[in-house]
């Protein structure tokens, strides 16, 4: 039951520009990188954007993955457009919050599990009758105190171990992080210079296949303004939001 609204005729222009522009940017960052990425998925990152932006992308590019970053917007976004559309919940995560989300029949992955509570209330509250829930483990690379996730090293290495063994209505789909606004700017979109946060993520990664004797885990990194960069380094999962939407209003706005 698909209850949302189509955009006007110029708004459906403008999300298609946009998204076109991107996905060939980001096909062509991913041909210039064979060995770590040779596909590579667009999140089209919609929060605090109205449900018709969302299912203009949809009927009109095809756009099946979208990101949204609080629980109560993702859910009443859910009942009012296509059940073929695969939500990501980017946002940061509270446990409380957990049932509600993974109750929803095609979240497609919550990107920012950084607790073993977090990820035990999730497999709990998976029904059974839905597919099981993809979850990335969010690592704070940039080490800064705003950032959720946890720190790179022993801890992901347990919830990993955690999620892979003990929670069978999740799959352990990867690692994901965000940038510091710093790190972002000084190595930039094409610029040869390499992000050492998203180095980490890679390491980390590396590490765990190794440890858990796991392979083929995914890295979410990358949005507007680096994604380019981070599948120079490996990103299979890129999370761009302004370039495809435009600015966004402030959250209380709205
Ligand atoms: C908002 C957000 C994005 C998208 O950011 P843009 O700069 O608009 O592309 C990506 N990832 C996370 C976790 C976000 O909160």
Known sequence: MSEAAMPDQERVGV????????????????????VNAPVVRLVAVSKLKPASDILGLYKTCGQEHFGENYVQELVEKAKVLPAEIKWHFIGSLQSNKCSMLAEIPNLYAVETVDSLKKARRLND???AGMSPLNVFIQVNTSGEASKS???????VDELAAYIARECARLTLKGLMTIGSVAMSQASGH????????????VAQKARLEAALGLSGLELSMGMSEDYERAIAQGSTSVRVGSLIFGARPPRNGH
């Not at 998204?19 to 990188?33: D, Q």
């Open 190 to 201: 094409g610029a040869a210079l390499e992000n050492t946060e998203f180095a980490v993520l």
């Open 125 to 127: 509250a998976r029904p």
């Open 15 to 34: 999300l298609t520009d946009a998204i076109t522009h991107v996905r060939e940017k980001v096909a062509a960052a991913a041909k210039r990188n064979v």
């Open 149 to 155: 996730g946890l720190a790179p090293g022993a801890d």
